[in-house]
Protein backbone atom coordinates (compact mmCIF):
# COMPACT_ATOMS: atom_id res chain seq x y z
CA UNK A 1 0.00 0.00 0.00
CA UNK A 2 1.72 3.24 -1.01
CA UNK A 3 2.12 5.47 1.79
CA UNK A 4 1.32 9.15 1.57
CA UNK A 5 4.67 11.12 1.31
CA UNK A 6 6.66 13.39 -0.40
CA UNK A 7 7.17 11.06 -3.20
CA UNK A 8 4.00 11.55 -4.81
CA UNK A 9 1.21 9.09 -5.93
CA UNK A 10 3.54 6.61 -7.42
CA UNK A 11 5.50 5.95 -3.67
CA UNK A 12 9.35 4.98 -3.41
CA UNK A 13 8.41 1.49 -2.71
CA UNK A 14 6.22 0.74 -5.82
CA UNK A 15 9.08 2.83 -7.52
CA UNK A 16 11.83 0.18 -6.69
CA UNK A 17 9.98 -2.91 -6.95
CA UNK A 18 9.07 -1.51 -10.23
CA UNK A 19 13.60 -1.12 -10.93
CA UNK A 20 13.82 -4.75 -9.13
CA UNK A 21 11.18 -6.47 -11.64
CA UNK A 22 12.99 -5.10 -14.80
CA UNK A 23 16.20 -5.70 -13.51
CA UNK A 24 15.76 -9.43 -12.57
CA UNK A 25 13.08 -9.89 -15.85
CA UNK A 26 16.33 -8.32 -17.71
CA UNK A 27 18.84 -10.50 -16.30
CA UNK A 28 16.52 -13.55 -16.59
CA UNK A 29 16.04 -12.91 -20.38
CA UNK A 30 19.43 -11.81 -21.06
CA UNK A 31 20.61 -15.65 -20.01
CA UNK A 32 17.29 -17.47 -21.16
CA UNK A 33 17.23 -15.98 -24.73
CA UNK A 34 21.12 -17.24 -25.62
CA UNK A 35 20.11 -20.75 -23.78
CA UNK A 36 16.66 -21.47 -25.94
CA UNK A 37 18.61 -20.31 -29.16
CA UNK A 38 21.52 -22.64 -28.30
CA UNK A 39 18.86 -25.76 -27.69
CA UNK A 40 17.50 -25.58 -31.09
CA UNK A 41 19.63 -27.16 -33.67
CA UNK A 42 21.13 -24.68 -36.46
CA UNK A 43 19.55 -25.43 -39.86
CA UNK A 44 22.07 -27.96 -41.78
CA UNK A 45 20.17 -27.62 -45.38
CA UNK A 46 19.75 -30.93 -47.00
CA UNK A 47 21.19 -31.45 -50.44
CA UNK A 48 18.61 -32.42 -52.94
CA UNK A 49 19.85 -35.20 -54.56
CA UNK A 50 18.44 -35.53 -57.75
CA UNK A 51 19.66 -39.31 -58.14
CA UNK A 52 21.09 -42.48 -56.04
CA UNK A 53 21.98 -45.85 -56.87
CA UNK A 54 19.90 -48.83 -55.92
CA UNK A 55 22.42 -51.36 -56.51
CA UNK A 56 22.65 -54.41 -59.10
CA UNK A 57 19.59 -54.99 -60.48
CA UNK A 58 19.96 -58.77 -61.32
CA UNK A 59 20.49 -59.42 -57.63
CA UNK A 60 17.69 -57.99 -56.67
CA UNK A 61 15.16 -61.24 -56.90
CA UNK A 62 11.28 -60.78 -58.06
CA UNK A 63 9.25 -60.72 -54.86
CA UNK A 64 11.76 -58.54 -52.27
CA UNK A 65 12.96 -55.74 -51.87
CA UNK A 66 16.26 -53.18 -51.13
CA UNK A 67 16.82 -50.00 -48.80
CA UNK A 68 19.01 -48.00 -50.12
CA UNK A 69 20.46 -44.05 -49.17
CA UNK A 70 18.89 -41.32 -51.38
CA UNK A 71 20.83 -38.70 -49.63
CA UNK A 72 20.55 -39.26 -46.16
CA UNK A 73 17.07 -40.64 -46.25
CA UNK A 74 16.03 -44.36 -47.03
CA UNK A 75 14.64 -45.01 -50.04
CA UNK A 76 12.88 -48.40 -50.45
CA UNK A 77 13.06 -50.59 -54.28
CA UNK A 78 10.49 -53.22 -54.52
CA UNK A 79 10.91 -55.73 -57.79
CA UNK A 80 7.25 -57.38 -58.12
CA UNK A 81 6.52 -60.77 -59.10
CA UNK A 82 5.90 -59.54 -62.57
CA UNK A 83 9.75 -58.24 -62.63
CA UNK A 84 9.13 -54.47 -62.65
CA UNK A 85 10.70 -52.53 -60.25
CA UNK A 86 9.38 -49.76 -58.00
CA UNK A 87 10.99 -46.94 -56.06
CA UNK A 88 9.81 -44.85 -53.30
CA UNK A 89 10.64 -42.88 -50.03
CA UNK A 90 11.17 -45.73 -47.29
CA UNK A 91 10.16 -42.89 -44.19
CA UNK A 92 6.83 -44.02 -43.08
CA UNK A 93 4.57 -40.18 -43.05
CA UNK A 94 3.12 -41.32 -40.13
CA UNK A 95 5.53 -41.23 -37.31
CA UNK A 96 8.86 -41.33 -39.80
CA UNK A 97 9.75 -44.96 -39.32
CA UNK A 98 11.23 -47.11 -41.88
CA UNK A 99 9.19 -49.45 -44.14
CA UNK A 100 9.98 -52.71 -45.57
CA UNK A 101 7.98 -54.54 -48.68
CA UNK A 102 6.07 -57.93 -47.63
CA UNK A 103 5.54 -60.00 -50.57
CA UNK A 104 2.72 -62.03 -48.95
CA UNK A 105 0.84 -58.89 -48.81
CA UNK A 106 2.59 -57.48 -52.11
CA UNK A 107 1.70 -54.15 -49.82
CA UNK A 108 4.82 -51.98 -48.49
CA UNK A 109 4.37 -52.40 -44.45
CA UNK A 110 5.85 -50.22 -41.49
CA UNK A 111 6.37 -52.94 -38.21
CA UNK A 112 5.63 -49.93 -36.50
CA UNK A 113 2.08 -49.14 -36.40
CA UNK A 114 0.96 -51.58 -39.11
CA UNK A 115 0.78 -48.88 -41.24
CA UNK A 116 0.09 -50.09 -45.42
CA UNK A 117 0.90 -48.74 -48.53
CA UNK A 118 0.40 -49.98 -52.32
CA UNK A 119 3.58 -50.34 -55.03
CA UNK A 120 2.39 -46.70 -56.20
CA UNK A 121 3.29 -45.84 -52.49
CA UNK A 122 -0.21 -44.84 -51.93
CA UNK A 123 -1.53 -44.87 -48.21
CA UNK A 124 -4.15 -47.65 -48.19
CA UNK A 125 -4.59 -48.53 -44.35
CA UNK A 126 -3.47 -47.87 -41.04
CA UNK A 127 -2.85 -44.91 -39.37
CA UNK A 128 -0.32 -42.98 -41.97
CA UNK A 129 -1.86 -39.56 -43.34
CA UNK A 130 0.11 -39.43 -46.71
CA UNK A 131 1.53 -41.40 -49.82
CA UNK A 132 5.02 -42.04 -49.37
CA UNK A 133 6.83 -40.01 -52.10
CA UNK A 134 7.37 -42.59 -55.79
CA UNK A 135 10.66 -42.20 -57.65
CA UNK A 136 11.73 -43.13 -60.97
CA UNK A 137 13.44 -45.77 -61.89
CA UNK A 138 15.74 -46.92 -64.61
CA UNK A 139 18.15 -49.81 -65.29
CA UNK A 140 22.05 -49.17 -66.81
CA UNK A 141 24.22 -52.26 -66.93
CA UNK A 142 22.45 -54.03 -64.33
CA UNK A 143 22.60 -50.89 -61.96
CA UNK A 144 19.77 -49.56 -60.47
CA UNK A 145 18.77 -45.54 -60.71
CA UNK A 146 16.54 -44.34 -59.32
CA UNK A 147 15.37 -40.41 -59.61
CA UNK A 148 12.82 -37.69 -57.75
CA UNK A 149 10.38 -36.62 -60.17
CA UNK A 150 10.76 -33.07 -61.39
CA UNK B 1 35.91 -40.16 19.47
CA UNK B 2 33.47 -38.64 21.73
CA UNK B 3 35.17 -34.96 21.63
CA UNK B 4 34.95 -35.36 17.40
CA UNK B 5 31.02 -36.30 17.94
CA UNK B 6 30.99 -32.71 19.95
CA UNK B 7 32.76 -30.81 17.84
CA UNK B 8 30.64 -31.50 14.78
CA UNK B 9 27.38 -31.14 17.24
CA UNK B 10 28.00 -27.65 17.61
CA UNK B 11 28.53 -27.08 14.17
CA UNK B 12 26.02 -29.44 12.68
CA UNK B 13 22.29 -29.87 13.86
CA UNK B 14 22.51 -33.49 13.39
CA UNK B 15 21.28 -34.43 16.94
CA UNK B 16 18.17 -32.04 16.26
CA UNK B 17 17.36 -34.00 13.23
CA UNK B 18 17.91 -37.39 14.56
CA UNK B 19 15.51 -36.26 17.44
CA UNK B 20 13.02 -35.04 15.50
CA UNK B 21 12.49 -38.12 13.31
CA UNK B 22 12.55 -40.10 16.77
CA UNK B 23 9.33 -37.77 17.75
CA UNK B 24 7.88 -38.27 14.14
CA UNK B 25 5.04 -41.47 14.13
CA UNK B 26 3.96 -43.67 11.48
CA UNK B 27 0.11 -44.83 11.45
CA UNK B 28 -0.45 -48.07 11.08
CA UNK B 29 -3.55 -49.38 9.25
CA UNK B 30 -4.29 -52.34 6.95
CA UNK B 31 -3.37 -50.17 4.16
CA UNK B 32 -0.18 -48.90 5.60
CA UNK B 33 1.76 -51.47 3.28
CA UNK B 34 1.39 -48.56 0.44
CA UNK B 35 3.52 -46.25 2.39
CA UNK B 36 6.23 -48.36 1.09
CA UNK B 37 6.02 -47.86 -2.05
CA UNK B 38 7.82 -44.10 -1.95
CA UNK B 39 10.53 -44.97 -0.19
CA UNK B 40 11.16 -48.12 -2.80
CA UNK B 41 11.48 -46.24 -5.88
CA UNK B 42 13.97 -43.71 -3.79
CA UNK B 43 16.30 -46.81 -3.09
CA UNK B 44 15.82 -47.65 -7.07
CA UNK B 45 16.69 -43.99 -7.86
CA UNK B 46 20.09 -44.18 -5.92
CA UNK B 47 20.67 -47.75 -7.52
CA UNK B 48 20.27 -46.03 -10.74
CA UNK B 49 22.77 -42.83 -9.55
CA UNK B 50 25.32 -45.54 -8.61
CA UNK B 51 25.18 -47.66 -11.33
CA UNK B 52 24.67 -45.16 -13.99
CA UNK B 53 28.33 -43.23 -12.67
CA UNK B 54 29.26 -46.66 -13.04
CA UNK B 55 28.36 -46.80 -16.94
CA UNK B 56 29.78 -43.74 -17.32
CA UNK B 57 33.50 -44.82 -16.90
CA UNK B 58 33.02 -47.24 -20.14
CA UNK B 59 30.20 -45.35 -22.08
CA UNK B 60 30.85 -43.25 -25.12
CA UNK B 61 28.08 -40.72 -26.56
CA UNK B 62 28.64 -41.22 -29.94
CA UNK B 63 26.76 -42.82 -33.14
CA UNK B 64 29.99 -44.40 -34.05
CA UNK B 65 30.91 -45.60 -30.39
CA UNK B 66 28.07 -45.92 -28.45
CA UNK B 67 26.66 -49.99 -29.33
CA UNK B 68 30.35 -50.63 -29.35
CA UNK B 69 31.25 -49.36 -25.88
CA UNK B 70 28.08 -50.72 -24.60
CA UNK B 71 29.21 -54.09 -25.54
CA UNK B 72 32.64 -53.96 -24.64
CA UNK B 73 30.86 -53.43 -20.67
CA UNK B 74 28.65 -56.52 -21.34
CA UNK B 75 31.59 -58.79 -23.01
CA UNK B 76 34.78 -57.35 -21.20
CA UNK B 77 34.71 -55.53 -18.46
CA UNK B 78 34.83 -57.43 -14.84
CA UNK B 79 31.23 -57.50 -13.43
CA UNK B 80 29.93 -55.24 -16.76
CA UNK B 81 26.92 -57.23 -17.47
CA UNK B 82 25.85 -57.06 -13.75
CA UNK B 83 26.31 -53.09 -13.50
CA UNK B 84 24.12 -53.07 -17.00
CA UNK B 85 21.48 -55.55 -16.05
CA UNK B 86 21.31 -54.19 -12.37
CA UNK B 87 20.80 -50.30 -14.15
CA UNK B 88 18.73 -51.59 -16.85
CA UNK B 89 16.00 -53.60 -14.21
CA UNK B 90 16.19 -51.17 -11.79
CA UNK B 91 15.42 -48.38 -14.28
CA UNK B 92 11.93 -50.52 -15.09
CA UNK B 93 11.25 -51.83 -10.93
CA UNK B 94 11.81 -47.98 -10.11
CA UNK B 95 8.72 -46.78 -13.00
CA UNK B 96 7.16 -49.60 -11.44
CA UNK B 97 7.57 -48.61 -8.17
CA UNK B 98 6.31 -44.60 -8.80
CA UNK B 99 3.13 -46.11 -10.57
CA UNK B 100 1.86 -47.91 -7.49
CA UNK B 101 3.12 -45.35 -5.34
CA UNK B 102 1.35 -42.81 -7.55
CA UNK B 103 -1.91 -44.90 -7.78
CA UNK B 104 -1.86 -46.12 -3.77
CA UNK B 105 -1.54 -42.11 -2.92
CA UNK B 106 -4.47 -41.51 -5.45
CA UNK B 107 -6.73 -43.76 -3.72
CA UNK B 108 -5.50 -43.14 -0.46
CA UNK B 109 -6.12 -40.02 -0.81
CA UNK B 110 -2.94 -38.63 0.34
CA UNK B 111 -2.80 -35.71 -1.39
CA UNK B 112 -5.37 -33.89 0.39
CA UNK B 113 -4.51 -30.38 2.19
CA UNK B 114 -1.83 -29.56 3.57
CA UNK B 115 0.23 -32.05 0.82
CA UNK B 116 -0.61 -30.46 -2.76
CA UNK B 117 2.44 -29.87 -2.92
CA UNK B 118 4.28 -32.77 -2.09
CA UNK B 119 1.63 -34.58 -4.86
CA UNK B 120 2.33 -31.93 -7.48
CA UNK B 121 5.89 -32.44 -7.37
CA UNK B 122 5.81 -35.73 -7.19
CA UNK B 123 3.92 -35.73 -10.48
CA UNK B 124 6.90 -34.20 -11.84
CA UNK B 125 9.03 -36.27 -10.24
CA UNK B 126 6.87 -38.99 -12.27
CA UNK B 127 7.18 -36.87 -15.76
CA UNK B 128 11.50 -36.78 -15.25
CA UNK B 129 11.27 -40.33 -14.73
CA UNK B 130 9.45 -41.02 -17.44
CA UNK B 131 11.54 -38.83 -19.22
CA UNK B 132 15.20 -40.68 -17.52
CA UNK B 133 13.25 -44.09 -19.26
CA UNK B 134 12.70 -42.44 -22.96
CA UNK B 135 16.13 -41.06 -22.93
CA UNK B 136 18.37 -43.89 -21.48
CA UNK B 137 16.40 -46.32 -23.84
CA UNK B 138 18.19 -44.73 -26.65
CA UNK B 139 21.75 -44.88 -25.28
CA UNK B 140 22.88 -47.81 -26.18
CA UNK B 141 22.10 -47.17 -29.75
CA UNK B 142 20.11 -50.52 -31.42
CA UNK B 143 17.74 -51.28 -33.61
CA UNK B 144 14.73 -50.77 -31.54
CA UNK B 145 15.81 -48.13 -28.99
CA UNK B 146 16.13 -46.21 -32.66
CA UNK B 147 13.39 -46.84 -33.84
CA UNK B 148 11.46 -46.06 -30.68
CA UNK B 149 12.99 -42.97 -30.69
CA UNK B 150 12.35 -42.14 -34.02
CA UNK B 151 8.30 -42.46 -33.22
CA UNK B 152 8.03 -40.81 -29.68
CA UNK B 153 10.04 -37.89 -31.62
CA UNK B 154 7.58 -37.45 -34.24
CA UNK B 155 4.96 -37.09 -32.26
CA UNK B 156 5.32 -33.72 -31.09
CA UNK B 157 5.55 -32.75 -34.96
CA UNK B 158 2.15 -33.21 -35.01
CA UNK B 159 1.26 -29.90 -32.99
CA UNK B 160 0.18 -27.22 -35.19
CA UNK B 161 2.48 -24.36 -36.07
CA UNK B 162 5.32 -25.26 -33.70
CA UNK B 163 5.31 -28.84 -33.92
CA UNK B 164 8.25 -29.06 -36.38
CA UNK B 165 10.33 -26.86 -34.17
CA UNK B 166 9.42 -29.09 -31.06
CA UNK B 167 10.73 -32.14 -33.34
CA UNK B 168 13.95 -30.63 -33.98
CA UNK B 169 14.68 -29.44 -30.45
CA UNK B 170 14.13 -32.97 -28.95
CA UNK B 171 16.22 -34.66 -32.14
CA UNK B 172 18.94 -31.70 -32.18
CA UNK B 173 18.03 -31.87 -36.53
CA UNK B 174 15.71 -33.00 -38.61
CA UNK B 175 16.43 -36.53 -38.19
CA UNK B 176 17.97 -39.29 -35.48
CA UNK B 177 21.43 -39.19 -35.80
CA UNK B 178 24.31 -39.26 -33.80
CA UNK B 179 23.55 -35.43 -32.53
CA UNK B 180 19.86 -36.78 -30.79
CA UNK B 181 22.47 -39.60 -29.30
CA UNK B 182 24.38 -36.98 -28.08
CA UNK B 183 21.72 -34.33 -26.96
CA UNK B 184 19.71 -37.61 -25.17
CA UNK B 185 23.01 -38.60 -22.90
CA UNK B 186 23.23 -34.72 -21.62
CA UNK B 187 19.58 -34.54 -20.90
CA UNK B 188 20.23 -38.38 -19.58
CA UNK B 189 23.66 -37.45 -16.95
CA UNK B 190 23.31 -34.11 -16.69
CA UNK B 191 20.02 -32.30 -17.07
CA UNK B 192 17.46 -34.71 -15.68
CA UNK B 193 19.65 -35.42 -12.69
CA UNK B 194 20.13 -31.94 -11.34
CA UNK B 195 16.72 -31.39 -11.69
CA UNK B 196 15.32 -34.35 -10.30
CA UNK B 197 17.63 -34.43 -7.58
CA UNK B 198 16.27 -30.28 -6.63
CA UNK B 199 12.47 -32.14 -6.83
CA UNK B 200 13.38 -35.09 -4.96
CA UNK B 201 14.87 -32.87 -2.05
CA UNK B 202 11.69 -30.72 -1.79
CA UNK B 203 9.50 -34.18 -2.23
CA UNK B 204 10.84 -35.50 0.69
CA UNK B 205 11.00 -32.87 2.94
CA UNK B 206 7.31 -31.94 2.30
CA UNK B 207 6.96 -36.16 3.39
CA UNK B 208 9.26 -35.16 6.57
CA UNK B 209 7.53 -32.05 7.43
CA UNK B 210 3.54 -33.36 7.12
CA UNK B 211 4.31 -36.77 8.11
CA UNK B 212 2.20 -39.82 6.43
CA UNK B 213 -1.28 -39.14 6.05
CA UNK B 214 -4.17 -41.21 7.36
CA UNK B 215 -6.98 -41.87 5.02
CA UNK B 216 -9.87 -40.92 5.28
CA UNK B 217 -11.44 -43.75 6.06
CA UNK B 218 -9.27 -45.19 8.62
CA UNK B 219 -9.54 -41.15 10.14
CA UNK B 220 -13.29 -41.66 10.41
CA UNK B 221 -13.21 -44.82 12.38
CA UNK B 222 -10.87 -43.55 15.00
CA UNK B 223 -13.05 -40.76 15.20
CA UNK B 224 -16.48 -42.89 15.66
CA UNK B 225 -14.95 -45.30 18.26
CA UNK B 226 -13.49 -42.66 20.29
CA UNK B 227 -9.69 -44.54 20.08
CA UNK B 228 -6.62 -42.80 17.78
CA UNK B 229 -5.17 -44.40 14.82
CA UNK B 230 -2.33 -46.49 16.10
CA UNK B 231 1.34 -45.75 15.47
CA UNK B 232 4.92 -45.96 15.11
CA UNK B 233 8.19 -43.93 15.86
CA UNK B 234 10.25 -43.28 12.29
CA UNK B 235 13.39 -44.09 14.35
CA UNK B 236 14.17 -46.72 14.81
CA UNK B 237 11.06 -48.90 14.14
CA UNK B 238 9.52 -47.84 10.50
CA UNK B 239 13.15 -47.19 9.25
CA UNK B 240 14.66 -50.46 10.13
CA UNK B 241 11.15 -51.95 8.40
CA UNK B 242 12.30 -49.56 5.15
CA UNK B 243 15.91 -50.96 5.31
CA UNK B 244 14.06 -54.27 5.02
CA UNK B 245 11.89 -53.43 2.05
CA UNK B 246 14.87 -51.85 -0.03
CA UNK B 247 17.27 -55.05 1.26
CA UNK B 248 13.91 -57.44 -0.58
CA UNK B 249 14.64 -55.01 -3.17
CA UNK B 250 17.99 -55.28 -3.84
CA UNK B 251 17.81 -58.91 -4.03
CA UNK B 252 15.28 -58.71 -6.46
CA UNK B 253 17.24 -56.67 -8.94
CA UNK B 254 20.40 -59.00 -8.23
CA UNK B 255 18.43 -62.16 -9.21
CA UNK B 256 16.70 -60.56 -12.11
CA UNK B 257 19.77 -59.53 -13.50
CA UNK B 258 21.68 -62.76 -12.88
CA UNK B 259 19.17 -64.68 -14.62
CA UNK B 260 17.69 -62.58 -17.27
CA UNK B 261 20.80 -60.13 -18.40
CA UNK B 262 19.29 -57.59 -20.30
CA UNK B 263 19.42 -57.92 -23.91
CA UNK B 264 21.51 -55.67 -26.29
CA UNK B 265 19.91 -56.56 -29.40
CA UNK B 266 21.42 -55.42 -32.85
CA UNK B 267 23.33 -52.24 -33.57
CA UNK B 268 21.22 -49.33 -35.29
CA UNK B 269 21.08 -49.09 -38.92
CA UNK B 270 19.83 -46.26 -40.50
CA UNK B 271 18.90 -47.99 -43.81
CA UNK B 272 17.41 -51.23 -42.39
CA UNK B 273 13.68 -51.77 -42.22
CA UNK B 274 11.83 -51.52 -39.00
CA UNK B 275 11.87 -54.56 -37.66
CA UNK B 276 8.67 -56.43 -36.77
CA UNK B 277 7.69 -57.32 -33.15
CA UNK B 278 8.67 -53.22 -32.55
CA UNK B 279 7.35 -51.46 -29.65
CA UNK B 280 8.61 -48.45 -26.82
CA UNK B 281 9.25 -49.87 -23.30
CA UNK B 282 6.41 -51.48 -21.25
CA UNK B 283 5.04 -48.38 -19.35
CA UNK B 284 4.56 -46.25 -22.58
CA UNK B 285 2.49 -49.28 -24.50
CA UNK B 286 -0.51 -48.12 -23.40
CA UNK B 287 0.17 -44.67 -25.22
CA UNK B 288 1.93 -46.83 -28.45
CA UNK B 289 -1.43 -48.80 -28.27
CA UNK B 290 -3.60 -45.71 -28.37
CA UNK B 291 -1.66 -44.70 -30.98
CA UNK B 292 -2.52 -47.35 -32.98
CA UNK B 293 -6.12 -47.03 -32.56
CA UNK B 294 -6.43 -43.26 -33.70
CA UNK B 295 -7.56 -42.62 -37.00
CA UNK B 296 -4.94 -40.25 -39.36
CA UNK B 297 -7.21 -37.39 -38.55
CA UNK B 298 -9.48 -36.25 -36.00
CA UNK B 299 -11.60 -33.32 -36.62
CA UNK B 300 -10.09 -31.87 -39.58
CA UNK B 301 -6.61 -32.27 -36.71
CA UNK B 302 -3.74 -34.82 -36.95
CA UNK B 303 -4.66 -37.94 -34.92
CA UNK B 304 -1.30 -37.63 -33.01
CA UNK B 305 -2.40 -34.45 -32.11
CA UNK B 306 -5.35 -34.99 -30.93
CA UNK B 307 -4.02 -38.01 -28.99
CA UNK B 308 -1.35 -36.12 -27.42
CA UNK B 309 -3.39 -33.54 -26.64
CA UNK B 310 -5.53 -35.87 -24.68
CA UNK B 311 -2.31 -37.47 -22.88
CA UNK B 312 -1.76 -33.91 -22.29
CA UNK B 313 -5.47 -32.92 -20.44
CA UNK B 314 -4.89 -36.00 -18.88
CA UNK B 315 -1.72 -35.05 -16.93
CA UNK B 316 -2.92 -31.59 -16.46
CA UNK B 317 -5.49 -33.25 -14.55
CA UNK B 318 -3.45 -35.45 -12.41
CA UNK B 319 -1.21 -32.52 -11.63
CA UNK B 320 -4.01 -30.18 -10.42
CA UNK B 321 -5.75 -33.11 -8.70
CA UNK B 322 -5.81 -31.82 -5.31
CA UNK B 323 -6.57 -28.60 -6.50
CA UNK B 324 -9.86 -29.83 -8.24
CA UNK B 325 -10.68 -32.47 -5.71
CA UNK B 326 -12.81 -30.48 -3.17
CA UNK B 327 -12.31 -33.36 -0.79
CA UNK B 328 -16.28 -34.01 0.37
CA UNK B 329 -17.56 -37.92 0.44
CA UNK B 330 -18.84 -37.67 -3.30
CA UNK B 331 -15.45 -36.13 -5.06
CA UNK B 332 -13.59 -38.69 -3.23
CA UNK B 333 -15.83 -41.60 -4.53
CA UNK B 334 -15.30 -40.01 -8.08
CA UNK B 335 -11.95 -39.63 -7.86
CA UNK B 336 -11.61 -43.82 -7.01
CA UNK B 337 -13.55 -44.36 -9.77
CA UNK B 338 -11.57 -42.31 -12.42
CA UNK B 339 -8.33 -43.49 -10.72
CA UNK B 340 -9.42 -47.43 -11.32
CA UNK B 341 -10.52 -46.45 -15.23
CA UNK B 342 -7.52 -44.85 -15.52
CA UNK B 343 -5.74 -47.84 -14.19
CA UNK B 344 -7.92 -50.47 -16.52
CA UNK B 345 -7.48 -48.68 -19.52
CA UNK B 346 -4.04 -48.63 -19.20
CA UNK B 347 -3.73 -52.09 -18.15
CA UNK B 348 -5.90 -53.50 -21.18
CA UNK B 349 -3.80 -51.30 -23.46
CA UNK B 350 -0.92 -53.07 -22.21
CA UNK B 351 -2.11 -55.82 -22.50
CA UNK B 352 -3.91 -55.73 -26.10
CA UNK B 353 0.01 -53.92 -27.27
CA UNK B 354 1.51 -57.18 -25.82
CA UNK B 355 -0.35 -59.56 -27.34
CA UNK B 356 -0.48 -57.60 -30.58
CA UNK B 357 3.25 -58.65 -30.52
CA UNK B 358 4.24 -55.21 -30.70
CA UNK B 359 3.25 -53.66 -34.62
CA UNK B 360 3.18 -57.35 -35.82
CA UNK B 361 0.11 -57.30 -38.52
CA UNK B 362 -3.12 -57.62 -37.52
CA UNK B 363 -4.90 -59.86 -39.38
Not at chain 2, 79 to 100: D, E, K, P, Q, Y
Request: charged fraction near 15%; charge should be positive.
Amino acid sequence: MPLPGPEGPVGRRSFLNWVLGTWAGGVLAAIGFPVIRYLTPPDVPESTTRFASGGQASTLLPNTFRIVPFGANPAIIVRQASGDLKAMSATCTHLSCTVQYRGDLGQIWCACHNGRYDLNGRNIAGPPPRPLESYDVSTRNDEIVISRRA
Amino acid sequence: MSALRDWIAERAPIAEIVEELEHKRVPQHRHDVFYYAGGVTLFFFVVQVVTGALLLMYYRPSAGEAYESVQFIMARVPFGWLIRSIHAWSANLMIGAAFVHLFSVLFLKSYRRPRELTWMSGVILLGLVLGFGFTGYLLPWNQLAFFATRVGTAIPSSTPVIGHGLMRLLRGGNDVTGGTLTRFFGVHVAILPGICTFLLAFHVLLVQRHGMSVPPAVAAASKASGRPVPSMPFLPDYMLRDLFGWTLAIGLVAALSAFLPWELGKKADLFAPAPAGIRPEWYFLWAFQTLKFVPARVLGLEGEFVASLAFGLGGAALFFLPLIDRNTETSRRIVTWLGAAALLYMIAMTALALRAGGGGPVP
